[in-house]
Each structure stands twice: as structure tokens, then as C-alpha cells.
């Protein structure tokens, strides 16, 4: 923790905040994505995209799930991170992309493949449940890949599906207003993978 509280204070004097772009941000966010991923350190959404401060609003959990609309804990009505920061990003910001970012070697996946008992990880259980029913026929079939890339994908293109429930989400992509765009990154390589229209996840290279 030293290191990294030794750089949260020497953050104002190694940035230049005198510059335009930062005092700009003082009026406002215009963010151009909500980008929804994993809450895994080794996920990095504005490094993976080179995004600048205010181009990202992000969205982050164990294992990047969307709770169902209307599901105990999803906020319909009632209090949910989910369902409170994707209203605010389309509602108020106006963002018109959503991301939904799954990743290689995922703990949140690895559980689900595994089965194991998660009965001391009560709340991780019970987490993971709102996205295990959906992803049952992937966890039978996926390969043994150690990197679960069968499972993550299936888990993106599943909270796809969920978002896709949100009346606010709808509502956008009926009158055009938002794309949705499925991704699946592979930590040990930084290759981003993007989900095509036919389902399938392949990489284009930059
Ligand atoms: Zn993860």
C-alpha cells in the first residue's frame, strides 16, 4: 500500500493540472462509453483504450453481470449500483455506447466453471447466482482452457441480454440512440476481441 499511497500524493505534482484538459473537467463530463467490466485489477479500461479523464464512465463488479431488471438487488424500485449507474450514464450523460467487457482468467468465472462450494463467500455466492442459470449450458461445454475464454464470452453476450431488459436500454436502442458492444480481453496479451453479429468474438487488428 506505501508505494501506491506515495503516488496518490505525488500525483498532483507528476500531472500537469495547469494544463486546459484538466481544468476543463471542472465544467463537466461528457463521457463518449459507459464501459461495463470486472472489477479485476488487472483490467484497466483507460489503459486498455487510451482513454482521457472524463471519456470513460465505468461500471465495475465481480465478474461485469447485469442484474436482472426488477431482481432483488437490481433496484426496480430500490437501491442498486447497476441499475443507478446505467440510468445515470444514458439518462444524464447521454452516452449512446455501452461496453460490456468480459476478461480472460476471471476469478468470478473460474468460480462458476468450478462449482465449488461457496458457502463461506456468501455474498460472492450469491452474486455469482444472478449470472450462473443463464450460463449453465456454457459451463457444461466449455473447453478446459485455463483462461475460460468459452465462459467469459458467454457471460458477456448473457449480460447483453440483460441490459438489453432495462426500459431505459430499450427504449434507446428501439429509437437508435445506443449500440451495445461486447468485448472480451485477454490479460496475458492485452488482444481485445469484439463480439460480430453472428455471435462469434474475434479480434481485428489496430
Ligand atoms: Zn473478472
Known sequence: MKAILDRARSFKRRVDFESGEYRKLAEGQYPEVL???????????????????????????????????????????GA?????????????LGVQDI???????C???????????????????AWLQLARPELAPVLTTASDDPSL??????????????LRT?????????????????????VDTGQVHELEGDGRFRVHSG
Open 99 to 105: 461496453v460490456v467487457c468480459g476478461h480472460s482468467h
Open 149 to 162: 475464454p468459452d465462459v467469459a464470452q458467454g457471460n458477456v453476450v448473457n449480460q447483453l441480454a440483460v
Open 35 to 77: 464501459f461495463i467490466t470486472c472489477s479485476d485489477s488487472r483490467v484497466i479500461p483507460a489503459l486498455i483504450t487510451g482513454a482521457r479523464p472524463g471519456e470513460i464512465f465505468e461500471l465495475r463488479n465481480a465478474g461485469n453481470i447485469v442484474p436482472p431488471y426488477g431482481s432483488p438487488g437490481a433496484g426496480s424500485p
Open 80 to 92: 442498486s449500483g447497476e441499475a443507478a449507474t446505467i440510468e445515470y450514464a444514458l439518462e444524464v
Open 166 to 186: 432495462y426500459p431505459v436500454v430499450r427504449q434507446r436502442l428501439d429509437g437508435r440512440r445506443l449500440r451495445l458492444h461486447g468485448w472480451y480481453y485477454e
Open 107 to 125: 476469478g468470478a468465472m473460474g468460480a462458476l466453471k468450478s462449482g465449488d462450494d461457496l458457502s463461506a463467500l456468501p455474498g460472492v455466492d
